[in-house]
């Protein structure tokens, strides 16, 4: 059984920072590419962010790239994502996820080639 936990959401004011972890139980956490995505109220699921297994290639949505990062500690198996200059739009419930197999350049953005999920962390950001 695999398993994610999100941590570190907050309510916070714009230009504020954050920084999520997800927390992974697993032996294999350090062969797994890994994604941040988001939601928002009513809204569709988002891509955020991924990152290859051994950190090498990292990837970000036009929306959050030069603000946020993604990054992963093997040794801890955990992954972080380091938020800065938030802003009111990027309020979602934030979700890590992981991928058992291997996700191309292209496919690193697709939520359903993700196999296990945390239950969320909640981001707020007030103007």
């Known amino acids: 059984q695999v398993q994610l936990v999100e941590s570190g959401g907050g309510l916070v004011q714009a230009g504020d920072s954050l920084r999520l972890s997800c927390a992974a139980s697993?032996?294999?956490?350090?062969?797994?590419?890994m994604g941040w995505f988001r939601q928002a109220p009513g809204k569709e699921r988002e891509f955020v962010g991924a990152?290859?297994?051994?950190?090498?290639?990292?990837y970000y949505a036009d929306s959050v790239n030069g603000r946020f990062t993604i990054s992963r500690d093997n040794g801890k198996n955990t992954l972080y994502l380091q938020m800065n200059s938030l802003k009111p739009e990027d309020t979602a419930v934030y979700y890590c996820?992981?991928?058992?197999?291997?996700?191309?350049?292209?496919?690193?953005?697709?939520?359903?080639?993700?196999?296990?999920w945390g239950q969320g962390t909640q981001v707020t950001v007030s103007s």
């Open positions: 996820a992981a991928a058992t197999n291997i996700l191309t350049s292209r496919e690193f953005s697709k939520w359903g080639l993700y196999d296990y």
């Open positions: 697993g032996r294999a956490f350090s062969t797994w590419g």
């Open positions: 990152i290859s297994w051994n950190g090498g290639s990292t």
